[in-house]
């Protein structure tokens, strides 16, 4: 899910579309934690047994689909569906905060290796067409840059409920 942006093209007269985005992502990895521990008023306690700082290895695997201005050769672009699958390994450091043993708050950040299949895309601006490469692409859960296979990165923060 997503804000579906509009892009600008031209065919004979400006017009716009969204980007009409659809799809999906799994992610799954393991939470290596450091066991949680404040100081106060000079002696150390113990927190929530969820509370802390964690490394996580990370894979991310998805597909979707969205609108995008396509050359279809002698200046003639239309708009066109990519359908894009994409993967990245990742390690992931965070730090979460549990608040009255209800609350969970999470800060993370990753780095590790993205692949994917997105292809090169147009913008019309200025009575022109800007041409953007695939050296970077923004997959929704991750963003890779450099060319594919390339760097990966993502960074989040969650807000939960615990339940007992």
């Known amino acids: 899910m997503g ?3 509009r892009i600008d093209w031209y065919n004979n007269q400006v017009g716009s579309v969204k980007k009409n985005q659809g799809g999906a992502f799994i992610s799954g990895g393991y939470k290596f934690g450091k066991l949680p521990s404040f100081i106060l008023f000079g002696k150390t306690k ?3 047994i969820m509370q802390g700082t964690y490394v996580k290895p ?3 695997l998805g597909y979707y689909k969205e609108n995008q201005i396509q050359d279809k050769g002698n200046s003639t672009y239309e708009v066109g ?3 894009v699958t994409f993967g990245a390994l990742q390690i ?3 730090k979460q905060w549990v608040f009255g043993d209800k609350v969970l708050l999470d800060f993370y ?3 590790g290796y993205g ?3 997105k292809e090169d895309t147009y913008q019309y601006y200025n ?5 953007y490469d695939d050296a970077t692409a923004f997959n929704y859960a991750n963003a890779r840059l450099g060319k594919s296979p390339g760097l990966s990165a993502s960074f989040g923060l969650k807000l939960g409920l615990l339940l007992r």
Do not use: F, P, V
Request: aromatic share 16%.
């Open 109 to 111: 950040y990753g780095l």
């Open 115 to 117: 692949i994917d299949n």
């Open 58 to 60: 990370i894979l991310y």
């Open 81 to 83: 569906k990519q359908k």
């Open 3 to 5: 804000k579906s942006e």
């Open 92 to 94: 992931e450091i965070g």
């Open 46 to 48: 113990m927190s929530h």
């Open 127 to 131: 009575n022109s067409y800007d041409y």
